[in-house]
């Protein structure tokens, strides 16, 4: 499984935006909230969560759940 997150600019946001994330299937596995002032939030399986500044560390934070869920016996 793979998710890629896009590209934001936060000063450009005027609010609190909110992105579904979703799988290759297209079923919702999460949530991207992002605003200036606010930083960036991640919400993944209904039971990970994280906060950001960068979008690289966002990208960072996905994919090492990816891998710890992919690998999980």
């Known amino acids: 499984m ?3 997150l896009p590209v ?5 946001v005027q609010s609190i935006e909110s992105i ?3 799988d290759e299937a297209g ?3 999460g949530q991207y909230l992002f605003g ?3 930083g960036r ?3 993944l399986f209904g ?3 994280g906060t950001f500044k960068t979008h690289a560390e966002c990208q960072a934070f996905v994919d090492g759940v990816l891998a710890v869920i ?3 016996p």
């Open 41 to 43: 939030i991640i919400f």
């Open 27 to 29: 079923r919702q596995v």
């Open 70 to 72: 992919n690998h999980a």
């Open 47 to 49: 039971k990970y969560r």
């Open 2 to 4: 793979q998710i890629k």
């Open 8 to 12: 934001t600019d936060l000063k450009a």
């Open 36 to 38: 200036k002032g606010h």
């Open 20 to 22: 579904e994330l979703k």
